[in-house]
């Protein structure tokens, strides 16, 4: 058998989705604690491999972007990507997450995301894949000095999909080559740690993580099949974009010119005033206000009376 490119790269590409899990453990954002007002615009890739090869309907060989807000207490926002396996799935989700210890050295984030799964399948095994993802999670934060973060995360997906059977045009004695079997019903359960690191600079970061988790999955075709508990180990790496919160604006022009108020002995309330004695310039002495001055045209100078 002779190798070349075309054969090579089919086979070279199918080994890799081959070692790919059907489900995801991993969820990489930014763990800097965010300022009120800064958003973060973020892109990351994430390969998961699992020790349980059923098919969940959750890629576990995927490509997400995001957006977050950071508030007073927390930050949340929406993502989105696109995952491989059996099939092309899309997936749309949205995160929360509230800080922790804030008034410590070591905050914490406790945050939750939820995402949507969306495989319409082919004709050869399943169509209509919907399966919802829930991860929990609790970890440290990074900050500058401080790279390194860890933690703990849960996870709980639930979902169906038809199930297909298909026979080659021509098949003898089916006119149907495309036949619905029945709904498959998904669940899983599991739990795991996460370590990572992310390198802070001006305005972006990049960041690397590892997720290692423990998952039940159980099935339900007709019958209730409950898989043993199997490992899985998941690596990702992103990039993160900050972008700060926007500045008060500054007046261009000047404040207006503020008013004095003095209390009244009498009435013991605030009001406003101005100045009782006006001074000459010249000569320091009071002036009348109630008295008119008159003034030199030509010279600009008070004229004294005679």
């Known amino acids: 058998m002779s190798w070349n490119r075309g054969t090579f790269c089919p086979i070279l590409i199918s080994s890799f989705l081959g070692l790919t899990a059907c489900y995801n453990n991993a969820h990489l954002r930014t763990q800097k604690i965010l300022e009120p007002g800064e958003m973060v615009y ?14 969940t309907g959750i890629s576990g060989l995927r490509g997400e972007v995001s957006m977050l807000a950071g508030y007073e207490t927390g930050e949340k926002g929406p993502y989105g990507g696109v995952g491989l396996g059996d099939g ?3 997936i749309a989700g949205y995160e929360y997450k509230k800080y922790m210890r804030l008034d410590t050295d070591l905050p914490f984030k406790l945050g939750i995301q939820g995402e949507l799964n969306l495989t319409p399948g082919n ?6 894949a ?17 790279n390194y973060y860890g933690g703990i995360h849960g996870l709980l997906a639930v979902g169906s999909w038809k199930r297909q059977f ?43 993580q590892v997720d290692v988790s423990m998952v ?14 199997a490992p899985m180990v998941s690596g990702s790496a992103g990039i993160n974009f900050f972008k700060p919160a926007p500045q008060p604006e500054v007046p261009s022009e000047p404040y207006p010119i503020p008013y004095y108020y003095q209390e009244d ?10 100045p009782d004695v006006l001074f000459d310039p010249e000569t320091g002495e009071p002036i009348d206000p109630d008295e008119d001055i008159e003034f030199d045209p030509e010279t600009g100078e008070p004229i004294n009376e005679p």
């Open 265 to 274: 002995e009498e009435y013991e309330d605030e009001t406003e005033s101005e």
């Open 42 to 55: 973020s892109a990351s890739g994430i390969l998961a491999v699992s020790g349980d090869d059923i098919y």
């Open 166 to 208: 298909f026979q080659p045009p021509g098949f003898p004695g089916d006119s149907n080559n495309n036949d619905e079997l029945g709904t498959t019903r998904f669940s899983s359960v599991g739990a795991g740690v996460t370590v990572g690191s992310e390198y802070l600079f001006q305005s972006s970061s990049l960041q690397l």
């Open 123 to 128: 004709e050869y095994n399943f169509k209509n």
């Open 216 to 229: 039940q999955n159980t099935k339900d075709e007709g019958i209730i099949r409950s898989r043993e508990p």
């Open 130 to 146: 919907t399966v919802l993802h829930l991860r929990p999670s609790y970890t440290t934060t990074t900050a500058k000095g401080r």
């Open 88 to 90: 092309i799935s899309y």
